[in-house]
């Protein structure tokens, strides 16, 4: 079986905890747009759901899959956000934001009663840092932001070399929010806790990749099968 259909059964599966009048967080990536283009065919069925995108192009899928939806102005919670991952940790934290949509995704991810990661499972690992980590910055002042970045990492114990993210076409890459992002490569994240709290208190960083404490449980699709992990410690721990 191929990753693309992995990543379906995946989604086939998150699709299950569904239910008629559900508030959806909508993710972004390969993975979810599987999600969307299933939820899709179940509205077309007449399920009856809403759904917040984590960008503009899952917007644009959603609109194309027919699956109704609305803002987190016009809404006070969602039940659920299905989204990908780039890592996952065996506490379900994560790395996300290969797709540049951590901002919104985090926003989404926060406001839900729960989020279920689907992936195929080759993105499990023992610990996050593989994948280069992506910081959302502000262009203003990027330099005195990267050298507050390098002391929030040895201070927590990591390094690695920082590039500025860029489009295929060159250019640099700019989110759905107007701003870049420094893509990290730590090969080993030892305490993303800790790691999280200290970007976070840089007046440049808008958002970092590591989710910490948001992922209620992850769908994994392998060879073997499918693997559902359930975060043992209550959202926000
Ligand atoms: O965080 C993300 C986008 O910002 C994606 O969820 C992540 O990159 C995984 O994508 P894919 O499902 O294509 O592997």
């Known amino acids: 079986m191929d990753m693309d259909q992995l990543k379906r059964q995946a989604a086939a599966r998150a699709l299950e905890e569904v239910r008629d009048g559900m508030q959806l967080g909508l993710g972004t990536g390969s993975t979810a747009k599987h999600f969307v283009e299933l939820l899709g065919e179940r509205v077309a069925a007449g399920l009856k759901v809403i759904g917040v995108p984590t960008s503009e192009a899952t917007r644009a899928d959603a609109e194309r899959c027919g699956v109704p939806l609305t803002t987190l102005d016009a809404i006070d919670h969602l039940d659920i956000t299905v989204d990908g991952a780039d890592e996952i940790d065996p506490e379900l934290n994560l790395i996300k934001g290969g797709g540049g949509a951590l901002l919104r995704e985090k926003i989404v991810a926060a406001a839900s009663d729960r989020m279920i990661v689907?992936?195929?499972?080759?993105?499990?690992?023992?610990?996050?840092?593989?994948f280069p980590l992506p910081i959302e910055v502000i262009p203003f002042g990027l330099g005195a932001t990267s050298r507050a970045i390098?002391?929030?990492?040895?201070e927590c114990g990591v390094s690695g070399q920082m590039a500025v993210r860029k489009a295929k076409d060159g250019h640099v890459f700019v989110t759905d929010g107007g701003h870049?992002?420094?893509?990290?490569?730590?090969?080993?994240?030892?305490?993303?806790?800790?790691?999280?709290?200290?970007?976070?208190?840089?007046?440049?960083?808008?958002?970092?990749?590591?989710?910490?404490?948001?992922?209620?449980?992850a769908v994994l699709a392998g060879g073997e099968g499918i693997r559902v992990i359930e975060r043992r410690k209550p959202k926000g721990d």
């Open 150 to 154: 390098e002391k929030a990492f040895a």
């Open 180 to 217: 870049w992002i420094v893509d990290a490569r730590l090969e080993r994240i030892v305490d993303p806790a800790s790691l999280a709290r200290a970007l976070s208190a840089i007046p440049g960083v808008v958002e970092h990749g590591l989710f910490i404490g948001l992922a209620s449980s």
């Open 118 to 130: 689907i992936a195929d499972d080759t993105k499990w690992v023992p610990t996050l840092g593989r």
